[in-house]
């Protein structure tokens, strides 16, 4: 009796393990071919043995931006202490530009050291021409609007150069955010069809719908008295084209690359 249960079970097992297999199956995309205007970059690595995250050697991101190099314009970073206060000057020597980036975890001392230091390396390094003061600090509760709000101000006081936050689309189109929206010089906007559960064939569906909110985001900010409607309508046309032509070919590596390195798809400018 208890041999026929123990029987019973594995061909269960082997059935659903069968199952999970062929529905599964990897599929088989061509390689890349087009344009790709950038990278989000993050340098850290995960150690083999303790699978704990490890601090990058200095050849291990030269070696990362190389490669890069070789495939794209420009790359975006996400913080500005340790040795990731690096990376820019050493983008800039393979002749990416790039997006310098501060992390804001919620730790107000670890804040302001990335607040004061991606200052300094929007103001050093000629390559830097943007600069992101978060990534999805809201998203993730990690920190208050208000406390955000008052780092974007610090940074932009710092530098000439346009400063913003990195958000998912609808925490821009939050109409609890709009005053998040009048503090940036332009808005960083993450679609991630694959993260949202949106299938290859209705990724377009989903960009342009979030294109036209965008627009509409603009025209009420532009309504308060920023100069904001036709360049963010003409980037979002821009970044429709794009988008239909990118899915359109090869959905796959479209939905992968939102899905691996955190692209941020469209910058839409304000003014």
Known sequence: M??????????????????????????????????????????????????????????EIK?????????????????????????PALASQYGLSVTAG?????????????????????NKVGSVNQLIVGNESLLHNLVQKEDLIRYIRE?????????????????????KNADLVREVDFL????????NGVPADKATDQFHRVADQVEGVAS????E??????????????????VDKSVKDQPMATLAMAAA???VLGALWKS
Do not use: C
């Open 63 to 87: 070696q990362d931006l190389q490669l890069i190099a070789g495939r794209a314009r420009s790359v975006r970073t996400y913080e500005s202490t340790g040795i990731s206060a690096q990376i």
């Open 261 to 263: 390195v955190g692209f």
């Open 225 to 242: 008295g920023r100069e904001a409607g036709e360049k963010v309508q003409e980037v979002a046309g821009n970044l429709k084209g794009a």
């Open 188 to 195: 960083a906007v993450h679609i991630l069809p694959f993260w």
């Open 155 to 175: 940074v932009k006081a710092g530098t000439d150069l346009p400063v913003s936050t990195a958000e998912p689309f609808h925490v821009w189109l939050d109409p």
């Open 2 to 59: 208890r041999l026929s249960n123990w029987l019973i079970g594995l061909v269960a097992a082997a059935i659903f393990a069968a199952a999970w297999v062929l529905m599964n199956r990897p599929v088989i995309q061509e390689p890349w071919q087009g344009d790709i205007a950038g990278f989000s970059y993050s340098a850290w690595r995960q150690d083999p043995n303790t699978l704990a995250k490890r601090e990058p050697t200095l050849d």
């Open 102 to 122: 501060a992390w804001i975890g919620g730790d107000p001392e670890k804040d302001e050291e990335e607040v004061r230091n991606v200052i300094a390396i929007g």
């Open 220 to 223: 009420r900010v532009a309504a």
